[in-house]
C-alpha cells in the first residue's frame, strides 16, 4: 500500500563551497549544490505478507486478517454405533451412541504463530441419517458439544441440548462459535485450529438400520483477527510503489549542472533485508534507474541513508521536470528465519535530488 506525504512547500537547500581562484584578476568560480525534498514512499507491511493474510481495519486500529478453508468431517452410522453392524436392515429401537470427532484447520501458509484478537467458527451440520439424532423419540433428548482449540489453549466451546436443537433427516443446521481473544488480551497460537464435535445421542424409536447413512460437520474459522504475526519472508517480491515529484523548481538554475545524485533516506522496521530498485521517469520519456542493497532493519533500527551519484547527462534529463514519476520495488528474505510484525509497520523511504551547478568563471 502506497500513501503519498504532502509538502507546504518544496524546500530548496543551498550550499556554497567556493573554491580559490589561481590569479587575482580571474574572475570567481564555485560550485553549488541544490538539494531538493522529494515526497515519501511507503511500503505497507501487507506486501510482506501470504496471500491469504491481509490488513483490515477494525473501527480506528489495525488488524490482520486470516483466511482458512472449510474441513469437511463424515460419519458414517457404522463408525459411530458399534450395536448397529448386527442390526443391519432390521427395524428396531434405535440404540443410543456418542460421536466423538475432530477437525482441523492448518495456520496459512508461511504464518507460523498469531496472537487472536476476535474471529469466530462457522459449523454446519448435516443429518443423513433416517432418523434426528438429537431428538429420536418424545422426550428423549441428546446433546451437542463444541470445543475449539489450538495444542492445549482452549480457544472457545459451546454446548446445545436436544430440546433446542432439531436435526431431521436432510436438514443442515448452522451453528457460530465466538473465538476467544481481545485486543486487551489476545491469544497467541502456533499451530493449527482443532474443533472436536462431540454428539450424544440416546436410545429412541424404532428405525430401519441403515449403516452406511452419514452425518457431515463443515467446519470454517472465519474473520480470524490478530494483533501481531509471525511469518516466513523468503524471497517476497515488492509490488511497485510509485509517486510524482515536482522538480519544475530548478528549472531557473544559472550556471552548468555537473551531476547530481539520488539520496535515499530508509526506515525499516522489520528484520527483511535483500535488493531495492528505484527508478525515476520524466515526462518525456528520460529514465533514471538504480538497484541497492536494503540492509536489514528491526523495529528499533535507525534510518538510513544511501547516496546514489548521476551523471551529468542523468540529473540533466530529469532537472526542471514537473511530473516525475519514482517507482521503487524490490525482493526481500529474513537473514534470521521467521519474522514477527504488526499491522501498522511500514518501510518509509524518503526521496531526494540533489544537483551540483558549476557557476562563474569562464
Known amino acids: 500500500m502506497l500513501h ?54 477494525v473501527g480506528s486500529e489495525k488488524a490482520f486478517e486470516a483466511s482458512f478453508g472449510t474441513v469437511p468431517l463424515v460419519k458414517t452410522l457404522g463408525t459411530v454405533c458399534n450395536a448397529c453392524y448386527a442390526l443391519e436392515g432390521q427395524r428396531v429401537p434405535k440404540p443410543d451412541f456418542t460421536i466423538v470427532d475432530s477437525s482441523t484447520a492448518d495456520l496459512p501458509v508461511d504464518v507460523f504463530a498469531l496472537d487472536i484478537v476476535g474471529g469466530a467458527v462457522d459449523f454446519t451440520l448435516t443429518n443423513r441419517f433416517s432418523f434426528d439424532p438429537l431428538n429420536p423419540a418424545p422426550g428423549a433428548y441428546g446433546w451437542l458439544r463444541v470445543v475449539i482449540r489450538s495444542g492445549q489453549t482452549i480457544l472457545a466451546r459451546d454446548s446445545v441440548p436436544g430440546d433446542a436443537m432439531t436435526l431431521p433427516y436432510g436438514v443442515a443446521r448452522s451453528h457460530t462459535v465466538t473465538l476467544g481473544g481481545t485486543p486487551a488480551a489476545p491469544v497467541r497460537i502456533d499451530g493449527p485450529i482443532t474443533v472436536v464435535v462431540t454428539l450424544a445421542s440416546p436410545m429412541g424409536d424404532s428405525v430401519t438400520v441403515n449403516t452406511a447413512e452419514e452425518i457431515s460437520v463443515d467446519v470454517t474459522p472465519r474473520a480470524v483477527r490478530a494483533s501481531r504475526l509471525t511469518v516466513n519472508v523468503t524471497n517476497r517480491d515488492l509490488p511497485p510503489h510509485s509517486d510524482v515529484i515536482d522538480l519544475s523548481s530548478m528549472n531557473d538554475i544559472t550556471g552548468t549542472i555537473s551531476g547530481g545524485a539520488i539520496i535515499l533516506g530508509i526506515r525499516n522496521p522489520f528484520t527483511v533485508g535483500g535488493s531495492l530498485s528505484i527508478s525515476l521517469r520524466s515526462p518525456d520519456g528520460a529514465q533514471i534507474a538504480r538497484t541497492l542493497t536494503l540492509p536489514a532493519g528491526g523495529p528499533n533500527a535507525p534510518e538510513t541513508t544511501l547516496r546514489l551519484g548521476l551523471t551529468e547527462a542523468e540529473i540533466n534529463s530529469i532537472l526542471g521536470q514537473p511530473n516525475v514519476v519514482t517507482t521503487v520495488s524490490g525482493n526481500v528474505s529474513s537473514p534470521t528465519g521467521a519474522v514477527t510484525v504488526l499491522p501498522t509497520q511500514v518501510i518509509i523511504v524518503k526521496t531526494s535530488v540533489e544537483a551540483a551547478v558549476r557557476m562563474g568563471g569562464n
Not at 6 to 33: E, I, K, N, Q
Not at 41 to 52: G, H, R
Open 4 to 57: 503519498r506525504r504532502s509538502h507546504s512547500a518544496l524546500a530548496v537547500v543551498l550550499l556554497f563551497a567556493v573554491a580559490g581562484c589561481d590569479l587575482p584578476t580571474a574572475a570567481p568560480r564555485w560550485t553549488t549544490t541544490w538539494a531538493l525534498p522529494a515526497d515519501s514512499t511507503e511500503v505497507s507491511v501487507a506486501d510482506l505478507l501470504p496471500d491469504n493474510v491481509t490488513v483490515v481495519d
